[in-house]
């Protein structure tokens, strides 16, 4: 099989509006809980010409997978993010781990225990893209807000 990672949270729906302010970790996770993040038409499109041409587009996000997992896949299929292989989100035994080792241990769960290539990996931050099993091809998408290590 072969997939391709898309990296949410200012990948595929933006939280730009939200970073017009003072990050405050409380008052994102409120903010993003009301699944009110418009999508990025210009990853929509990609997104799409990526499943017309046949690829299994994980979703893979640091966001918690306990509280946010729901109005997340929503706001995604609000926004005309549809039919996905599947979103992947940081469960509990990751909290307190950096992105990149979190994102590469689910990149290493794809490739060797569910037999997936991945031929590229779309992010917003370099810890997307850095790490195990980033794939063929990397693609960094500007993000002038905020930036993850």
Same mark, same amino acid.
């Given at each position: 099989y072969f997939q391709v990672q898309i990296n949410i949270s200012s990948d595929v729906v933006?939280?730009?509006?939200?970073?017009?302010?003072?990050?405050?970790?409380?008052?994102?996770k409120t903010w993003a809980s009301k699944g009110a993040c418009p999508g990025i038409p210009a990853v929509l499109e990609l997104f799409a010409t990526l499943q017309a041409k046949g690829f299994k587009v994980f979703l893979l996000s640091g966001r918690d997978e306990e509280t946010l997992a729901t109005c997340t896949s929503e706001n995604l299929e609000s926004e005309g993010f549809l039919g996905y292989e599947r979103l992947i989100m940081r469960s509990p035994e990751y909290r307190g781990q950096s992105s990149s080792v979190f994102k590469s241990a689910m990149r290493k769960?794809? /490739?060797?225990?569910?037999g997936y290539r991945i031929r590229g990996n779309v992010g917003d931050q370099w810890s997307d893209l850095?790490?195990?099993?980033?794939?063929?091809? /990397?693609?960094?998408?500007?993000?002038?807000?905020y930036y993850v290590p």
């Open positions: 933006t939280c730009w509006y939200f970073y017009s302010r003072a990050y405050d970790p409380s008052a994102f769960r794809l /490739v060797e225990e569910e850095q790490g195990d099993y980033v794939g063929d091809r /990397v693609f960094k998408i500007p993000n002038p807000m």
